[in-house]
């Protein structure tokens, strides 16, 4: 027993797990292990089992509560050996109904496979400026879409023929086919392998299409980009996507926005975040300094004393919210104080007589420290050096 897991984790639960969440949890790995959904596949009938297993104790009230006292040794002599579990007057009929439902026999109704179906969804993508992101745009994009054979009209059989019911089917779509299965033998509802599920077969398939009704050709697709479009989200396209099935629509086309970065501008959801160097006279004295933004350059004013790194917010200059383009977020704007690298002769003279009204700071240096000690003689070495004392 001590290769077997904790069922409670077999299920993904916790001990404290309700009825209806070991069901659902175990609803869903049935859906994804059961045999019949993975034909030939060892591991996953393995895993079937084992959650089959699981759920079987931890649905059962009494059964739980053994195993939450002595674990897996509750059932060591009951025949619950890996791969030999006893699941006699066990109920499984609701789970496979809910999960299944006409894949096996009596678990419920189901549309049947030869109804109308709609198409698959295609994928494309866009490439779009950052600006173009912000405000939206139009664009167009070449795409191959399946459009109806003009030869045969969709119908996938060369003119002049028909197409005939599926004999194997009966014209329904599906076949009942008997199996051995963990539980005995059961029933299970598939697609017919002879018409794949239509209901009908093509004796003598059109040239042009091949018998599939559809032909494909190069289409050209207008995409409308919403202002405040994010980079990775999507434009769906309604009905622009693969043919559906006996008279189901068509699928969706998707086109992901691919936004490319701007050289000033970050965004971080509807606000946009940059930097705007300014002069050290500027930040000593405050004036007038040009900010680019999304809607051109506009003009802020500059407190005397500002710091470098200091950030102010021109409120309404972000990105257009996608619900209401007249909603935008914040541009905020990072000031980066410039310190010159070559100086005149004139400026560099100026700025040490700055230096000199505003505290001398250039003074008193190391250099000035070093000329102070050579400045002391004899006697005032050896004050120091009694004050040492």
Known sequence: MADKRDYYEVLGVSKTASDSELKSAYRKLAKKYHPDMNPGDAEAEKKF??????????????????????????????????????????????????????FFGGGGASRASNGPMRGANLRAAVHISFEEAAF???????????E???????????????????????????????????????????????CHGTG????????????????????????SIPAGIDNGQSVRIREKGEPGRNGGPRGDLLVEVIVSNHPTFHRRDYDIYSEAPISFAQAALGGEVIIETLDGKVSYEVKPGTQTNTQIRLKGKGIPSLRNKAVRGDHYVTLIVQVPTSLSKDAKEALRKYDELTGNTTVGGPKSVKAEKKRKGFADKIKDAIDDL
């Open 200 to 223: 009908e077969v093509i004796d003598t398939p059109c040239p042009d299409c091949n018998g599939t009704g559809y032909v494909p050709r190069k289409k050209k697709i207008a995409v």
């Open 148 to 194: 109806e054979c003009a030869n045969c009209h969709g119908t996938g059989a060369k003119p002049g023929t028909s197409k005939r019911t599926c004999s194997k089917c009966g014209g329904k779509g599906r076949v009942m086919v008997t199996q051995q299965s963990l539980f005995g033998m059961v029933q299970n509802v598939t697609t017919c392998p002879d």
């Open 49 to 102: 089992k084992e959650a089959s297993e699981a759920y079987a104790i931890l649905s059962d009230p009494d059964k739980r509560r053994q195993y939450d006292q002595f674990g897996h040794a509750a059932f060591e002599n009951g025949g619950g050996g890996a791969g030999g579990f006893d699941f006699s007057g066990m109920d499984f009929g609701d789970i496979f109904g809910d999960i299944f439902g006409s």
């Open 136 to 146: 939206g745009c139009e664009k167009q994009i070449e795409i191959v879409l399946k």
